[in-house]
């Protein structure tokens, strides 16, 4: 039964997108507008805020896609090619206590999904300062978002300014009062990303080799090497983003950071790759929403020649 549902919301959802090609529209209310009626006739058993919530991911993948348009690229026209579903915590309950969810599918039809929770999974179930987000569910998995609260922002009495770095943060700890300023330099390592995504490209390089006479088999064995280096260069993100955040949070201080948007590697072809496969983005992004989570102030600068005033 629920994977019959997951099936009519990816359905609902690519026609939906279909709807907002036609139309020129890219927001969740221009596109229930024009497709509302017609997929409601189409799809009389589905749950109405399931079908609303289809018209939110058609939204999403249509923004993505003239995204790329605007920026030059070439895009196909998109579609949901994965089976999956999105729904809005009115559409669905929670058991914290038993870990089941209630989703229903249509008046009168419900279908129950028993999660296997872990420690690591009750310490969000148990906390009642935690309240529920969007739920969605995979054949293999589910995702349910929580939501919390942002704490007020501390007041610093101190900054510590970083710098990204392929293998590294480097930066410093200013602290200034009434009588003296105090500057101490700090350091987070992190070599075993490079050197994981470079493992993974020579694994890769060589499975290419090895099936170059069954790409079928070769794009699935590169995509299965993809996912390995991602979650595991994802995961050292995580644990420096972790020590960042406690250091800061321990000095009661602010943290400052690049703004890397924007950067195109227009060198020689082995530091281009390396440049792209720097996990910069992701790193900024962690530190930012755990920083967010404890309170602490974080701020982007413009690192445009600041490598000239202090080169080391």
């Known amino acids: 039964m629920a994977r019959f549902l997951l099936e009519d919301f990816r359905l609902a959802a690519n026609e939906a997108i279909r709807a907002g090609l ?47 348009l605007r920026r030059g690229g070439v895009a196909k026209v998109p579609f949901v090619r994965r089976l999956m579903m999105k729904a809005e915590n009115q559409a669905y309950k929670l058991d914290r206590t038993e870990g089941v969810i209630d989703l229903p599918i249509k008046a009168g039809c ?11 999974h009750r310490k969000y179930l148990d906390d009642n300062a935690l309240s529920l987000g969007s739920l969605t569910v995979f ?22 300014a970083l710098d ?30 490079a050197a994981i995504q470079q493992c993974h490209a ?33 995961y050292r993100m995580h644990q420096v983003a972790n020590a960042v955040v406690e250091f800061a949070e321990g000095m009661n201080s602010a943290i400052i950071l690049e703004d890397l948007r924007g950067m195109k590697p227009t060198r020689s072809r082995d530091l281009n790759r390396r440049l792209s496969l720097w996990p910069r983005r992701k790193l900024h992004q962690c530190i930012e929403y755990k920083a967010a989570w404890k309170g602490i102030l974080v701020v982007k600068v413009d690192p445009a020649y600041s490598s000239r005033k202090c080169p080391i």
Request: proline residues 3%.
């Open 22 to 68: 036609a139309g020129k529209v890219t927001s969740r209310n221009g596109i229930a507008k024009l497709a509302y009626k017609a997929l409601r006739e189409e799809h009389p058993n589905m749950y109405a805020q399931h079908l609303v919530s289809s018209f939110e991911v058609a939204a999403s993948v249509l923004k993505n896609y003239r995204r790329r």
């Open 110 to 120: 419900h279908v129950e999904l028993k999660l296997v929770v872990s420690q690591y």
């Open 139 to 160: 054949p293999d998995r589910v995702v349910v978002a929580f939501r919390k609260e942002a704490p007020r922002q501390n007041d610093a009495s101190c900054i510590v």
């Open 164 to 193: 990204t770095n392929e293998s590294s943060l480097d930066g410093i700890v200013v602290h200034a009062d009434r009588r003296r300023t105090r500057v101490m330099g700090v350091r987070a390592l992190f070599p075993d990303a």
């Open 202 to 234: 020579r694994r890769r390089k060589r499975l290419q080799r090895k099936k170059a006479h069954d790409r079928r088999m070769s794009r699935l064995l590169c995509r299965r090497e993809g996912k390995r280096e991602h979650d595991r260069v994802v």
